[in-house]
């Protein structure tokens, strides 16, 4: 008989999210039957998959915690599995979880640098620092301490989850495969009608900017390091991808700022191969899945430096004076990056069969 895995994707799947799972799935699905449940209003994941909808209400806050706490009791109560993901942020909703299923089958998925999470500057105030801190350093920990495994997509968040005496023997770094059929290198010639197809100048260098915005993506970044270097950067375009009112607006404020909106995930590789880097600001990730997709397609990565990216192939930053002086200095045509693009189907496949091994022994 197959085993059954099902992946609780709460009230929130995003392009991003739909695709990186969709691709998990292709790897494993001839092994194990896979589930997703969610209240998340319609099917998503195409007529090959099953999906259990629930028909709750998907809000933001104490109600949404409330209902997925509902959905995840009632599908425990009326389906058999062998195991349960908890991926994306809904490991972050903890509470609910910890008196809502049976953890001796449950996996949680770690997507961010979560016990720093406290630090971000998005947290203004004293209170809400110590509300996030309480969450993560209490709840989240007793929920990992609790489950079966734990999924983090980094060897820097082991080491994270270790200090805080999470059994090692049970993390696993397992980050999400992108589809490398989808996003790989080119020829220079087809970069160059890829350039011309998306109307890029030949003569500037394009940097991309993609993510839907939030203040913790750190957008207005941008801004800072436009005003500051006074158009010694004019002959780069800076290609802003993503729902992001900033990005916008600086569209009208700089020349060299071009907004093109959300994108479809099956249209951003003639970006990345178009382009000439890639630019992420924010400092609170897990593994972001367009460095994945960037270095597949042959593009430079550079970041600001933060914990999360501690031993990645990749350029990194302190502040917006060395951004500007790499960008100068055009640091993207001497350095290479490489994130993998995720592991083998091979494992994949062994991780979740040790899961359900180590499930059956307790």
Known sequence: MTDKIAFFLGSDVPESTQTLFTNLTKKISDHFDIEFVGFYGEKTFG?????????????????????????????VREHNQDLIILPHKQSVYCLPFLVSTDLGKTV???????????????????????????????????????????????????EECRKRNIDPGKIAVLPLPIDTTKFNRVSEERRD?????????????????????????????????????????????????????????????????????????????????????LIHFSVNEGLPTTFQEATACGLPVIAKRANYNQGLDISKFDNVDELAKMLKDEVWKTTDSYVTPGLSKEEYIEFFESMIKRKDQR
Do not use: C
Not at 257 to 266: D, P, S, T
């Open 108 to 158: 949680v998925r770690l997507n961010g640098d979560t016990f720093n999470l406290y630090k971000d500057r998005y947290y203004e105030s004293s209170i809400n620092r110590a509300k996030v801190f309480i969450i993560t350093h209490v709840f989240t920990r007793l929920l990992l301490k609790k489950s079966l495994g734990v999924i983090v997509q980094t060897e820097y968040m082991k």
């Open 47 to 75: 007529d090959n998959v099953n999906e259990i909808i629930y028909d709750y209400p998907s809000k933001e806050g104490s109600r949404r915690l409330y209902y997925s706490k509902k959905a995840l009791k009632r599908y």
């Open 193 to 277: 009608e890829l350039r011309k197809e998306l109307d890029f100048d030949q003569h500037e260098s394009i940097g991309l900017i993609i993510g839907t915005e939030s203040r913790k993506k750190r957008r207005h970044v941008l801004d800072q390091l436009l005003r500051k270097s006074q158009g010694l950067l004019d002959d780069i375009k800076f290609v802003v991808i993503g729902d992001s009112p900033i990005g916008e607006k600086l569209s009208y404020k700089y020349q060299n700022v071009r907004y093109e909106g959300f994108v479809k995930n099956k249209f951003l590789p003639k970006y990345y191969r178009a382009a000439d880097f």
